[in-house]
């Protein structure tokens, strides 16, 4: 994409990657989709044990504060329903395990499913 600015007498042109279509993004769409993903991540890490509740509550807290009880238990029920994670509904709450797609998509052995925003570079 080209970028064009009149500066003074003179046009200054700027080659970006950047496509507009990334910025039309919702921002709840986009929130809804990173807490998925940081809780693959979450997920991943406490393998081969599940995780709880509270535990990935803390973990996404870092990332966004204002995260609640109801917004992690909706996060596991979508990572259900796709398939990457079995909840186990425990006496203290519920505790959520990859299963072997989820694994998969974390360690980005298959493509991203359903709304997870995983990024697209591997990072570690």
Do not use: H
Request: aromatic share 6%; proline share 6%.
């Amino acid at each position: 994409m080209n970028a064009a600015m009149v500066t003074g007498n003179s046009m200054l042109t700027v080659e970006t990657d950047i496509q507009p279509a990334q910025f039309a993004q919702d921002p709840a769409e986009e929130r809804a989709g990173s807490v998925l993903w940081l809780m693959l991540v979450c997920l991943n890490v406490s393998r081969p044990g599940s995780a709880s509740g509270l535990v990935v509550r803390s973990v996404l807290a870092t990332g966004y504060p204002a995260v609640t009880d109801a917004e992690v238990e909706l996060a596991g029920k979508v990572l259900e329903a796709y398939g990457l994670a079995t909840v186990d509904t425990e006496a203290r709450g519920p505790a959520w395990t990859l299963t072997k797609l989820g694994i998969d998509v974390v360690e980005y052995r298959r493509p991203t499913v359903g709304p997870v925003a995983r990024p697209s570079v591997r990072r570690w």
